[in-house]
């Protein structure tokens, strides 16, 4: 879909917003999408940068060149971050069972996200998502066809977002991607945003000719839902469903500006 043709898309789902906010929100769109539009050329770029995933101690982008040598799934920037983790970070009780988990972590992962049957409130279960935190179980599932599901991920929030939640289903698999996948700083806790995984976003940009398009059209789709339903159950009264879709908006936009 083009910029015009979404904009036009849009205009069409203002018909109980009054011109003058009906004009503002298609201007807030067509910033948002210059601006994400200019991103493209360079995610995925970056030739020379070292095809490592971040350490999994510190979180340093594109430097975990060193894996600990008994599961070979966990990835270091350096000996220190090496024996960190091992003394405090909690590798050494589980270094032995590691590729195990690694393994059961990715097969899980596809085997639901790849499920048509399998109910979109089970997809987004976060202990599902966040076990593919670590390098290795990542990489595992990368191996398996990681890029490929996230790919129909987009699709079917693309084609289901706004039904799902023009019905109650307040569901953002492009919010889940974000805030999990792809979010730099795992190792942190909590949800907020200070970077994006390079790693992975060049992983899953270069896994396929559209694969940018789909995420992109995917997170425009989320931000019309916020300037469509979202306003008007704020018009309407309905707080909890306007802080529902601004939240998952935010998430989504905030990914974009990093």
């Known amino acids: 879909m083009s910029r015009n043709e979404f904009l036009k898309e849009c205009a069409r789902s203002f018909d109980e917003v009054d011109e003058e906010h009906q004009k503002q929100h298609i201007q807030k ?36 060149k060193l894996n600990c040598a008994g599961c070979t799934c966990v990835f270091y920037c350096s000996k220190e971050c090496q024996r960190k983790d091992w003394k405090v970070g909690g590798h050494k009780s589980t270094c032995d069972t590691m590729m195990q988990q690694c393994e059961n972590a990715a097969t899980d992962f596809l085997d639901t996200i790849c499920d048509d049957d399998c109910p979109a409130e089970i997809k987004i279960n976060s202990s599902l998502w966040s076990a593919l935190d670590g390098a290795g179980a990542y990489k595992m599932a990368m191996d398996l066809g990681l890029n490929g599901a996230i790919q129909k991920l987009m699709e079917d929030e693309i084609e289901n977002a706004e039904d799902r939640f023009r019905s109650g289903e307040l ?52 931000i019309s839902i916020f300037t469509t339903q979202g306003m008007a159950a704020s018009r309407g009264g309905n707080d909890a469903f306007f802080w529902t879709v601004q939240r998952s908006t935010r998430n989504v936009a905030a990914a974009w500006s990093m």
């Open 29 to 64: 769109l067509g910033d948002t999408i210059e601006n994400a539009t200019g991103i493209r050329p360079t995610i995925g770029a970056a030739p020379d940068v070292p095809d490592y995933p971040p350490c999994d101690c510190c979180g340093k982008e594109f430097e975990g």
């Open 171 to 222: 569901i953002s698999f492009t919010q889940m991607l974000m805030c999990t996948l792809f979010r730099n700083g795992r190792h942190i806790p909590g949800g907020l945003f200070s970077s994006i995984d390079a790693y992975r976003i060049k992983k899953y940009v270069r896994s396929s000719e559209d694969a940018f398009e789909k995420w992109f059209e995917a997170s425009l789709t989320n």
